[in-house]
């Protein structure tokens, strides 16, 4: 067996770098960017104001107070798209939020801090030079990089991107994954279980997040017959940029998936990894192709699944550095350490109090897939901690924000 570290270190170093493909700006969101973005314009493209108001010559508000009011002309409207006039000293223009500054105008009054009517404007007070515009280029000008190669393009990037002109943007493709759950008493969705034959939720986990982080997948079943276990991944790599396999790695005359896969030629990477629960967790390279192989068993499966496999499988896509934010909680209560010299996981729950402080309790349910459901953050116990005692530090990575 491996240390949890060195596996994590060896399956990045083992994930091959996806082509770039084009994407729409619109669905940019979950992709990483293939180069640098530079802005194609200024942004705003001229000065606009930031309220509903009246655009005015701050000059001739120099000597105005409540009981000396300035009274100034209402000389035209300027609105968003619309044309935005020109200022006479003594003037002012109705504007409205994110319309084009009036050539003459330097600041803007809003409309709580004046007094209207629908021929004159009486300003109560002096009013400071550029009040609540934005000036041209205020947010980046043309040519300014506005995302990097290699960072993950989120939603707010995506509208900052199509403000700065642009509408297709290139990105790492993500990976096309096959998953396959190994097991004769192994039975898909809308099947019939039995005393001898049950769900295979494992590879339905998997799938599902897959979904959530927009990767594409194929789920299937497959006997605990290495014929049929290499049968379906030879037809998967036809397509698939990875494989995921589930069940059949432990060493009983039970378990095929290995001995298929060395049948097959695979480069095994290494067998068996120094964390619990995921021990029995195998790696390596068919075709070029990255081939991870989880135990049966729900958490050991989805643990290392996301801890390892799905790191993995993410930095083909350009995607590096942890997948869930992490953080220090403080535990609620002792947790009790076994497995001394092994990295550890475990189910919890975290809750944030009002100053921003963490804190997180394992969860005890006697049912492993109802804590899994349940779970808001994974506890991490790192291999040379011996204590985990209530009031003590640890590392949580959440996964759920619930």
Not at 114 to 141: P, W
Not at 184 to 200: C, H, I, N, Q, Y
Not at 311 to 333: D, H, N, Q
Request: charged share 25%; net charge negative; hydrophobic share 40%.
């Amino acid at each position: 067996m491996i240390e949890f570290g060195e596996a994590l270190k060896t399956v990045l170093g083992n994930a091959p770098l996806l082509e770039v493909c084009e994407v729409g700006v619109v669905d940019c969101a979950g992709f990483v960017a293939a180069e640098d973005y530079i802005s194609a314009v200024q942004c705003p493209p001229v000065a606009v104001s930031m309220r509903d108001g009246f655009a005015v010559m701050s000059s001739d508000s120099k000597n105005a107070s409540k009981d000396n009011p300035v009274e100034l002309k209402i000389a035209g409207r300027s609105w968003a798209g619309g044309a935005a006039g020109k200022l006479k000293r003594g003037e002012c223009i109705r504007i409205l939020t994110g319309a084009q500054v009036p050539e003459g105008a330097d600041s803007i009054v809003p409309d709580e801090q004046c007094e209207a009517d629908e021929k004159y404007v009486r300003v109560n007070s002096s009013v400071e030079l550029r009040r609540h515009i934005q000036t041209a280029g205020d947010d980046f000008r043309k040519n300014d990089t506005l995302w990097i190669k290699g960072e993950l393009l989120t939603p707010a990037a995506a509208g900052l991107l199509c403000a700065g002109g642009l509408a297709a943007l290139r990105v790492y493709r993500k990976p096309e994954v096959f998953v396959l759950s190994v097991g004769d008493e192994l039975v898909g969705p809308g099947g019939v279980s039995s005393e001898t034959r049950r769900f295979a939720s494992n590879g339905v986990a998997l799938g599902s997040w897959f979904s959530s982080f927009g990767i594409g997948s194929e789920t299937r079943i497959a006997k605990d017959d290495s014929g049929d276990i290499c049968s379906m991944i030879e037809k998967a790599l036809e397509s698939a940029d990875a494989v995921v396999t589930t069940g059949g790695t432990g060493g009983s005359e039970r378990d095929f998936t290995i001995d298929a896969l060395d049948s097959m030629g695979w480069e095994m990477k290494f067998r068996g990894v120094r964390m619990v629960p995921g021990k029995g967790t195998a790696f390596g390279l068919l075709d070029g192709r990255p081939v991870f192989c989880l135990s049966g068993g729900p958490t050991a499966s989805e643990i290392a699944f996301l801890t390892i496999a799905l790191p993995g499988i993410l930095a083909m896509a350009g995607r590096r550095g942890r997948i869930f934010p992490s953080a220090c909680a403080v535990l609620e209560s002792d947790i009790r350490i076994k497995h001394l010299g092994w990295q550890k996981f475990l189910y919890g729950l975290h809750t944030c109090d009002g100053e921003g402080a963490l804190t997180a309790r394992m969860l005890t349910s006697r049912s492993r897939m109802i804590a899994m459901a349940q779970a808001s953050c994974l506890i991490s116990i790192p291999a040379d901690m011996h204590s985990a005692k209530a009031g003590s530090m640890v590392d949580i990575r959440m996964t759920r924000f619930t």
